[in-house]
């Protein structure tokens, strides 16, 4: 089976990926440098699939390490780059460590790629290149929107890196997946989210809360044009969001792509409230949920959830799990985390 070079491999997103990976059959190796991962979590990849998969501590910021990685793996058929910086706030107070940690390595990896016989590439990208759109649900063709963050930018400008690469590099053929909010954990509770430090994304600081690590919840901002007036989010499972990973890169590797460049919405197309949300996780886990209402944060968009059609008619892909699922997966996870400290 082919080999698969899976960048950020131990992260939230991108362990869930592996996992699904190896339970299709790829070989699966992993660069990560654990700026923001822990190795702990190749053990929980292993108890689920039963299969170690390979890891290499690269930071892909050093050039000659990325040379010397694709020397050593000649054989690598795919790549899902995962690997970057995420946080908003951050990315406003240090843009040149974000367009370093997103772009540079990002111009190091195809540059390695486009040394192979053929490659299939897939990119984490984020439906914050639309903004705040429109027309929703969001469709692929939503006119990207100038960035509201340095990192935000960086999702857009690595798009646009990978399209004019594509255009020129004939044995390379990319898909940009555009995540709306993954959220959730393994059913097995072997692998989930780690956020280091307070937790800047909703459902996590949801789960702190339950459990009791966080006084409260702050919604922010309940009078958007909204029905209960608080934002409107489409969140995903991210066992669904990594299934859809395995499907766009069999598309590729099985030359079904119709354009060497494509993108695709990854969502479930139905938006939730922050306070629908707090309703499910007290729904599924029994809890009341302590939480206030604050003011706005500053660059929250009001709305966006995607329109899935392009996904689920060209890739074949539909989610399968529920907010409820995903809330009690989030919720359980934290109560095993915790359960260790
Ligand atoms: C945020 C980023 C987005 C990025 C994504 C990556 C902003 C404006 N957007 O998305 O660019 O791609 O994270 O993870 O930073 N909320 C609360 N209280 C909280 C936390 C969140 O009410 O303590 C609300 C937010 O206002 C928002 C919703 O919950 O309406 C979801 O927030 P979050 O999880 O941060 O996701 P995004 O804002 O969609």
């Keep these: 089976m082919d080999k698969i070079l899976v960048t950020g491999g131990l992260g939230f997103i991108g362990s869930h990926t592996v996992v699904e990976l190896q339970e299709a059959g790829y070989n699966v190796v992993i660069i990560d440098d654990l700026s923001n991962s822990s190795e702990k979590v190749l053990g929980g990849i292993t108890a689920i699939t039963g299969k170690k998969p390979i890891f290499e501590k690269i930071d892909l910021k050093e050039k000659t390490d990325v040379e010397a990685f694709f020397k050593k793996h000649n054989d690598v058929k795919g790549v899902i780059h995962f690997a970057a910086s ?93 995540y709306f909010n993954p959220i959730g954990a393994h059913a097995s509770t072997e692998i989930g989210e780690l956020p280091i430090g ?43 969001l990594a ?57 929250d968009i009001i709305s966006a959830y995607a329109d899935t059609n392009k996904a689920n008619d060209e890739l074949g892909w539909k989610t399968k799990l529920s907010l409820d699922e995903a809330m009690l997966s989030a919720w359980k996870w934290e109560q095993k985390v915790r359960a260790k400290e």
């Design 198 to 240: 307070v937790p800047q994304n909703l459902v996590p600081f949801i789960t702190q809360t339950g459990i009791g690590l966080r006084e409260e919840l702050s919604v922010f901002g309940d009078d958007y044009p909204t029905p209960d007036g608080t934002c409107i989010r489409d969140y995903i499972h991210v066992v669904d």
């Design 86 to 178: 995420k946080a908003v706030g951050e990315s406003v107070k240090e843009p040149l460590l974000y367009y370093e940690n997103n772009i540079g390595t990002l111009v190091y990896l195809l540059k390695e790629l486009k040394k192979l016989p053929g490659a299939s590439f897939i990119f984490s990208s984020s439906c914050t290149v639309y903004g705040q759109a429109d027309e929703l649900p969001i469709t692929e063709s939503a006119p990207v929107k100038q960035a509201e963050s340095p990192y935000g930018n960086t999702k857009q400008i690595g798009e646009e890196i990978i399209r004019d690469t594509c255009k020129v590099v004939p044995t390379l053929k990319a898909i940009a997946l555009r």
């Design 243 to 299: 299934k859809a990973h395995v499907v766009a890169l069999q598309r590729l590797l099985q030359n079904n792509n119709k354009e060497s460049y494509e993108t695709f919405n990854l969502g479930t197309g139905k938006g939730s409230s922050v306070l629908e949300v707090v309703q499910s996780f007290e729904r599924v886990s029994g809890e009341k949920l302590n939480y206030k209402i604050v003011g706005k944060r500053e660059g």
